[in-house]
């Protein structure tokens, strides 16, 4: 017996929740920033957040008593301003699979071999767009993905308002020059993000603790510094080195078949928990030359999703599966999605080149 569109839809129904909820929880960033409960965005075609860079008012010391307020209005007032990136893939399944199965386990096999794999691909696409500025190219080209906010400084390529240049500069905040979210960067308005240089392959974890009290100085407060910190795959093994006798290993076991197993090593570094990632490969990022830092050679990004968020226009969603007359044989299914990076502290945020080993 065959599989009808109206029972795979049936069937699917119960599980576009989770593959969805999945692609959000299986990233640590998507997961940091959508635990932080701010993710719709407000309306209009650009995300905005409001910051300034002078002084908000002044103020006046009462001495007797008939001293005149200052009415000094607010100085430079700046926008941050992002283009909301919409992203669109269709989830085919060819009508003749759908014909030679029969049964829910059939159906189950379909999902996990059609929309579960593109959403899986999807996923990797949008992680490593964000850390570097390049796809891994399973869904998505790099060029489909330009209109996100990438965290690389070095990229240069992005298209719509906001987006052309990477957000975290590997340079001293005193040669940090680009337009990132539509502002100009500089020091005399605290549109700048913090560094560090190892300068070289030699790990140096005094540098990576600078830069993580420089991040936590611009947080706001006690136990408000970064809590989100990625390292490429060498550099990640130097600081696992480093803090080898400062570690804590959790372990779940199975009670009664109810939990996964897993082990986990958990590295922090202040507040923040350190991962590595495969998708942050320094061979993707390039030698500036000229003496200037070198991220080919290590990469450490210093996050705190306090003032990182990612409002969403539409949500990342799956769409039932409806026939299609015309183009193929096959049922098809929407993924999609519209929202964008914001960061609405800069100097809270950081990177550090070197490190690698």
Known sequence: MAISTEVLNTTFADLRGPLVNSFVRSNELFE??????RMPMEGGSLIERSFT????????????????LNMTRRQQIKKFQVEPHRIVVAVNIPKKELLMSSG??????????????????????????FLIGVSRGIVFQTSELRGFLSLNGQVSTGIGTGVTNGLLDFATPANQTDTVQGVAKSN?????????????????????????????????GMGKGPDLVYMDQDTYTQFEENQANNFRINVNTVQDGVDNN???????????????????????????????????????????????????????TMSQFTERVGDQDVVTAIFSMQANLISTKLPAHGCVAGGKG
């Open 262 to 316: 897993s082990n986990t090593i958990e590295l922090s570094l202040g507040l923040a928990k350190v991962y590595s990632s495969i998708d942050l490969d320094t061979a993707d990022f390039t030698n500036p030359g000229g003496g200037a830092p070198r991220p080919d050679q290590g990469v450490t990004y210093i996050l705190n999703t306090d003032y990182l968020e990612m409002p969403t226009m539409e949500a990342p």
């Open 53 to 68: 860079g002078g002084a908000p008012a002044r103020g006046v010391g009462i001495y007797v008593g008939d001293e005149l």
């Open 188 to 220: 005399s308005y605290f549109h700048f993000n913090q560094f560090g240089d190892m300068a070289g392959t030699a790990f140096d974890i005094s540098v990576l603790r600078k830069s993580y009290r420089e991040c936590a100085h611009y947080a706001g």
């Open 32 to 37: 940091a920033l959508d635990s932080k409960a």
């Open 104 to 129: 829910k386990l059939a159906i189950m096999r379909l999902i996990e071999e059609y929309p579960k794999t593109v959403m899986d691909g999807v996923k990797a696409d949008i992680n490593k767009y």
